[in-house]
């Protein structure tokens, strides 16, 4: 296992509310990603947080927001739920951000949140 | 456009018949290259890490290369035990963090 927890397991929410998805990161790792894996697809880049600020975004809306806590927990907050929002949630997270890095740092996953929207 | 692609979609092998998966790739600057085991309902299980062509990484049935367009994931002798779907990242400098751009995996299944 990778040290890496997520809650909740599973989520059935209806069109237009909100959800937030909570990760608690691997000892030692600042850095925690969020990846959307729609069914039968590869794993698609939300964001990532380093140091409690947003350090990179994909192609994702605004209503697609996060945060990271000073114990590098982090949240996935996600408005105004769509049907096409349907989902496995993962977090990832990853050693310490070295200034200058030109190498990527392994990311290790946790088990995922299945989020349905109906 | 950052692409990466796997083949075959999907695999279907006897126990004991050797294979190889596929994941090319056009990036600039690649910084990265990962594989990952899925099961069903659960999140990736890091495999691999290579970062220069030539670069090859071992660990029990598996064994992973990297060219400067693709890295192979060689399955000696699978058991059933490795059926899943396995998954290649590619990491890219960019001033947008730390992402990795995934393939769409390959499904592996292995019969007795």
């Known amino acids: 296992e990778t040290g890496v927890t997520q809650s909740p397991t599973h989520l059935i929410k209806t069109r237009g509310q909100q959800v937030t998805l909570r990760c608690s990161s691997q000892s030692g790792h600042n850095t925690v990603s969020w990846y959307q894996q729609a069914l039968g697809q590869g794993p698609q880049f939300i964001f990532q947080?380093?140091?409690?600020?947003?350090?990179g975004r994909g192609n994702f809306p605004p209503r697609f927001s996060g945060l990271q806590f000073p114990n590098y927990s982090s949240e996935l907050n996600v408005n105004a739920l769509e049907l096409d929002d349907s989902a496995l949630y993962l977090c990832?997270?990853?050693?310490?951000?070295?200034?200058?890095?030109?190498?990527?740092?392994?990311?290790?996953f946790g088990p995922g949140t299945r989020l349905t929207v109906l | 456009e950052d692409q990466v692609t796997q083949s075959p979609e999907a695999l279907r092998l006897q126990e004991g018949e050797s294979s190889s998966l596929n994941c090319s790739y056009t990036v600039s600057g690649l910084r990265g290259l990962f594989w990952y085991r899925q099961d069903p309902g659960k999140g990736p299980e890091f495999l691999f890490t290579l970062y220069s062509a030539g670069e090859e990484k071992e660990k029990e049935r598996l064994k992973a290369t990297l060219t400067k367009k693709e890295s192979f994931l060689h399955i000696t002798a699978p058991k059933p035990e490795d059926s899943a779907t396995y998954l290649c990242?590619?990491?890219?400098?960019?001033?947008?963090?730390?992402?990795?751009?995934f393939g769409t995996g390959t499904q592996l299944k292995v019969e007795l």
């Open positions: 990242a590619v990491f890219i400098l960019t001033g947008g963090g730390n992402k990795l751009t």
């Open positions: 990832a997270s990853s050693p310490v951000l070295l200034a200058g890095a030109t190498r990527g740092d392994t990311q290790y």
């Open positions: 947080y380093y140091r409690e600020e947003e350090n």
